[in-house]
């Protein structure tokens, strides 16, 4: 069972990238897909989340409007497409999943699942956007 997150890098105020989140070994439409950020010296926070169960989509304030978050079940990916990136959003991203069904709930709604209560973890893909 492994989740692999990929797609980062150095981008200049106002790029784009997508980060992709692979599984292996389980089927991620079974899970709540989560995306996570910890920046230096910060707390890990809540980014995007996705759900099956309910269609359940969530974005922090602080990227909505600017990040899409999708799902491609062919590939068992989940995506995150940033955009108009800032400084601000340079960060470890780690995407993790939620086994829906769970005693943790199977929703993106009202909010994403608390980091501690995910089943599992990808290693993080550094994201970097200078100024």
């Known amino acids: 069972v492994q989740l692999q997150a990929s797609g980062g890098g150095l981008v200049q105020t106002g790029g784009t990238l997508r980060l992709s989140c692979a599984a292996s070994?389980?089927?991620?439409?079974?899970?709540?897909i989560g995306w996570f950020r910890q920046a230096p010296g910060k707390e890990r926070e809540g980014v995007s989340c996705?759900?099956?169960?309910?269609?359940?989509?969530y974005y922090a304030e602080s990227v909505k409007g600017r990040f899409t978050i999708s799902r491609d079940n062919a590939k068992n990916t989940v995506y995150l497409q940033m955009n108009s990136l800032k400084p601000e959003d340079t960060a470890v991203y780690y995407c993790?999943?939620?086994?829906?069904?769970?005693?943790?709930?199977?929703?993106?709604?009202?909010?994403?699942?608390?980091?501690?209560?995910?089943?599992?973890w990808g290693k993080g893909t550094l994201v970097t956007v200078s100024s």
């Open positions: 993790a999943a939620l086994r829906i069904g769970g005693p943790y709930g199977s929703s993106c709604s009202p909010e994403i699942p608390d980091y501690y209560v995910m089943d599992y």
């Open positions: 070994g389980f089927i991620l439409d079974y899970y709540v």
């Open positions: 996705i759900s099956s169960s309910d269609g359940s989509i």
